[in-house]
């Protein structure tokens, strides 16, 4: 199988290229990136080709693309790539607007091509423990759901809202919204949310902070802290918890737990490693596996074009100090 990496704006392609290395009968067959000094860094890394067009790496008849750009540049690479291959793994957001995605997703379909969003939290095992608890109704009639999604501020074009579309709001809101509704197969119907603007990092000049409130459809309700407040020092990029509170008791879930604290002179600072599971590998074999089974994605584009919406709705909200139903 013949895999193509397109762009790697996205600090998760680093992660996303490995994984296909280690599968058995999986080939990165090149990299294409419009960043020269980029493309042929990542090429050399990965020994792999580097190509200076998405046209020359198609040419390679690809199985399947992963796209890793900047959000506003998904749908670009998305016209490139559907129709020439059978599947596209695109990275979260789906979009940084409500019309790329929705177009990403008719222009798939269109093309016959399959697509699958990247929200590699529904493959941590404490993730899947949880949903599994839940499924069997451990903790009974489900009355809440409190979460965090933290993270360092990143940089670069995360921090341009033209590339970006929003700051840590849209960044960190999509990923813990999908694992929710896919716990429950129900819909957000409505959020308020306050964002803060340079809140942690001054002069950034976009969102750093946010908090949401929201309702599901089915009658829980739920908080999202999402930020980028954790500093350089800090042990790890961040984290995904949720608490999910039912009438027979709480359920508690740490999705990046699996580490060890190793401190180095050479990192300057003691860090948390991941060890066990790898959730972007999850993903990655579960991408390749679709194309092999010739099977729907289990992560559609409708799923990234929800997750997106509710993080859309709490920059509203925030705009107008009030809440915001979202029309389903």
């Not at 392609?13 to 599968?23: E, I, K, V």
């Not at 933290?150 to 809101?173: E, Q, R, Y």
């Not at 737990?257 to 060890?275: H, L, R, Y």
Request: aromatic fraction near 8%.
């Amino acid at each position: 199988m013949k895999i193509g990496m397109f762009s790697f704006a996205h600090m998760h392609a680093y992660s996303y290229a490995g994984c296909l290395q280690q599968l058995p009968d999986v080939t990165v067959a090149g990299i294409y990136d419009d960043d020269p000094e980029r493309r042929q860094k990542m090429a050399s890394q990965f020994n792999v080709p580097g190509f200076d067009s998405a046209e020359a790496l198609l040419n390679e008849g690809l199985d399947g693309v992963v796209i890793c750009s900047e959000n506003a540049r998904h749908l670009p690479m998305v016209q490139q790539a559907a129709g020439r291959t059978k599947a596209i793994l695109c990275e979260k957001p789906i979009a940084s607007n409500r019309e790329d995605g929705q177009a990403i997703i008719d222009l798939c379909a269109r093309e016959n091509t399959r697509l699958q969003i990247a929200f590699p939290v529904r493959f941590s095992p404490p993730i899947q423990q949880l949903k599994e608890m839940l499924d069997r109704g451990v903790a009974g009639k489900i009355i809440s759901a409190k979460c965090t999604n933290h993270g360092s501020m990143p940089g670069g074009w995360f921090i341009d809202k033209a590339l970006a579309g929003g700051g840590a709001v849209i960044d960190h809101t999509v990923h813990v919204i999908d694992v929710l509704r896919w716990f429950w197969d129900t819909e957000v119907t409505e959020v308020y949310a306050e964002v803060g603007e340079s809140l942690l990092h001054p002069g950034l000049g976009i969102d750093d902070a946010g908090m949401l409130s929201f309702a599901l459809a089915n009658g829980v309700y739920g908080t999202l802290d999402t930020s980028w407040s954790r500093p350089s020092s800090y042990p790890t990029w961040g984290d995904v918890k949720i608490d999910v509170l039912g009438d027979m008791g709480l359920l508690q879930a740490d999705a990046f737990s699996q580490n060890i604290s190793v401190s180095s002179n050479e990192a300057g600072k003691t860090q948390w490693v991941g060890w066990g599971s790898n959730a972007d590998l999850g993903l990655i074999q579960d991408f390749v596996e679709m194309i092999r089974e010739d099977r729907a994605p289990s992560i559609t584009g409708e799923d990234g074009l929800r997750a997106l919406e509710v993080a859309l709705a709490a920059y509203e909200s925030a705009r107008t100090g009030q809440p915001v139903r979202i029309l389903q």
